[in-house]
C-alpha cells in the first residue's frame, strides 16, 4: 500500500505560478512511476505529467513548457512546478503512482491522492 497526500493548490491569477508536492508513505518509493493527473469539473481525469524514479519526465501537450515534474527520493516526495498558468488549467490535481515503468493514463495508476484544488482567475 502506498499512501498519497497532495498539498499546495490554491487561487492563482493567470500567468502566475504554483508548486504542487504529493508525500508518499508505505512503501519504497523508488519503485513507483509517479504521476499528475487533473480533473476539471464535467470532464475527465486527464494526465498532466509523469516521472520514473530515473528522474524521466514525460508531459502533456497542454503543459510542456510550463509545468514541471520533480522527484525527491529521500523525502519521497513528488512536485509539480506550474507556471505561466491559464484558467483553463483550473481544476483538481491528483497525485497517483505507478508499479507501470512508463504509465501516462489514469487505469495505469495503483495508487491515488485525495486531489487539491487549483483555480487560475483571469
Known amino acids: 500500500q502506498v499512501q498519497l497526500v497532495e498539498s499546495g493548490g490554491g487561487l492563482v491569477q493567470a500567468g502566475g505560478s504554483l508548486r504542487l508536492s504529493c508525500a508518499a508513505s508505505?512503501?519504497?518509493?523508488?519503485?513507483?512511476?509517479m504521476g499528475w493527473f487533473r480533473q476539471a469539473p464535467g470532464k475527465e481525469r486527464e494526465f498532466v505529467a509523469t516521472?520514473?524514479?530515473?528522474?524521466?519526465?514525460y508531459y502533456a501537450d497542454s503543459v510542456t513548457g510550463r509545468f514541471t515534474i520533480s522527484r525527491d527520493n529521500a523525502k519521497n516526495t513528488v512536485y509539480l512546478q506550474m507556471n505561466s498558468l491559464k484558467p483553463e488549467d483550473t481544476a483538481v490535481y491528483y497525485c497517483?503512482?505507478?508499479?507501470?515503468?512508463?504509465?501516462?493514463?489514469?487505469?495505469?495508476?495503483?495508487?491515488w491522492g485525495q486531489g487539491t484544488q487549483v483555480t487560475v482567475s483571469s
Open positions: 497517483a503512482a505507478a508499479i507501470a515503468l512508463i504509465a501516462t493514463t489514469a487505469p495505469q495508476y495503483n495508487y
Open positions: 516521472i520514473r524514479w530515473t528522474s524521466m519526465t
Open positions: 508505505g512503501h519504497t518509493f523508488t519503485s513507483y512511476t
